[in-house]
């Protein structure tokens, strides 16, 4: 996996992250861009499950940018738990977008925890991302109408012992949400998915390779 470190602008504040690009290729690639967790429980663009998609999408021919929100890392400005990291999940695919050999036409977006919570709180921000991924989200960031009735391709993971995002109540919480819409469990995993991170890297970076086909 070919990496390089990049800052980029969300508004007035410069964000860290990281973009990777898979080997040679004779097509430009498509992208995904991955969310971190909550900085407060330890949550950076180092996620093991963040690291774990990254590598799994390499590992089918995607490129990826990883970022830190503002105030995480060497990201400037504050944290604030949601308000305005919208615009920095708008601005890191607004980079990828435009970044030279990839792809724009094809980007997807990919979110663990907050960073689902973030993703789903603002998909009228995200309307360039042709898939969605949302990892452990909250069941009530999973309320929002706007993604029940998407019709872009999205994918749910929850894990079988969250305690956090319970797998039941986020089953039923989709029951109604319009298709093309696929929900995965992982069996014996809890909200950290620790022990599991490779197996959620493959599922996501096999189902927004087809996505974006």
């Keep these: ?82 308000d305005e990291e919208g615009h920095d999940v708008k601005a890191a695919v607004d980079t990828i977008r435009r970044w030279p050999g990839i792809d724009g036409r094809r980007v997807a977006i990919a979110g663990y925890s907050l960073g689902a919570a973030i993703i789903l709180d603002n998909l009228k921000r995200l309307k360039q991302a042709r898939a969605i991924v949302v990892v452990a989200p909250t069941v009530e960031s999973l309320k929002n109408p706007k993604f029940a009735g998407d019709e872009r391709p999205r994918l749910v993971v929850a894990g079988q012992n969250d305690k956090v995002a319970p797998s039941l109540a986020i089953q039923r919480e989709l029951d109604s949400a319009s298709q093309p819409l696929r929900f995965a469990e992982m069996l014996d995993a809890d909200h950290s998915m620790r022990g599991h991170e490779s197996m959620v890297g493959d599922l996501v970076a096999e189902f927004v390779a087809g996505a974006l086909a």
């Design 1 to 82: 996996m070919r990496q390089a470190a990049i800052s980029f602008r969300s508004k007035r504040l410069t964000l860290d992250g990281v973009i990777s690009t898979p080997g040679q290729s004779d097509d430009e690639p498509g992208a995904l861009v991955v969310c971190h967790s909550h900085p407060t429980l330890g949550g950076d663009m180092t996620d093991a499950v963040v690291m774990a998609i990254c590598e799994a999408a390499d590992s089918v021919g995607m490129a990826t940018l990883r970022f830190n929100f503002r105030g995480v890392g060497d990201s400037e400005g504050q944290f604030t738990n949601g």
